[in-house]
């Protein structure tokens, strides 16, 4: 079955930290380009972060460069989303996207990140 699972949100403080794991299955991600969007109350999904599959080049949401980062382990089949000096704004559903030229994407279910004091 091809999928992603998304795993890792919580409940932090602000100024904490989190990592988020997309696992893919079914399918090599090390040929997709790997996203994560996010979601939050009564706002549209936004993308965050993005890491493509040939020379690894990554993009950021103005708001997260310098606090978040996207990676890749091709081994474990599996992109990251290192989370730090995380704010309430940034709580919302964190969604991992695969995408590859002439395939159709796959969505995850999504993990929800809350950060409150």
């Known amino acids: 079955q091809v999928q992603v699972v998304e795993s890792g949100g919580g409940l932090v403080q602000p100024g904490g930290s989190l990592r988020l794991s997309c696992a893919a299955s079914?399918?090599?991600?090390?040929?997709?380009?790997m996203n994560w969007y996010r979601q939050a109350p009564g706002k549209e999904r936004e993308l965050v972060a993005r890491?493509?599959?040939?020379?690894?080049?990554?993009i950021y949401l103005d708001s997260v460069k310098g606090r978040f980062t996207i990676s890749r382990d091709n081994t474990k089949n599996t992109v990251y989303l290192q989370m730090n000096s995380l704010k309430p704004e940034d709580t919302a559903v964190y969604y991992c996207?695969?995408?590859?030229?002439?395939?159709?994407?796959?969505w995850g279910q999504g993990t929800q990140v809350t950060v409150s004091s």
């Open positions: 079914g399918f090599s991600s090390s040929s997709y380009v």
């Open positions: 890491i493509t599959s040939t020379d690894e080049t990554t």
């Open positions: 996207y695969a995408v590859r030229w002439g395939r159709p994407g796959i």
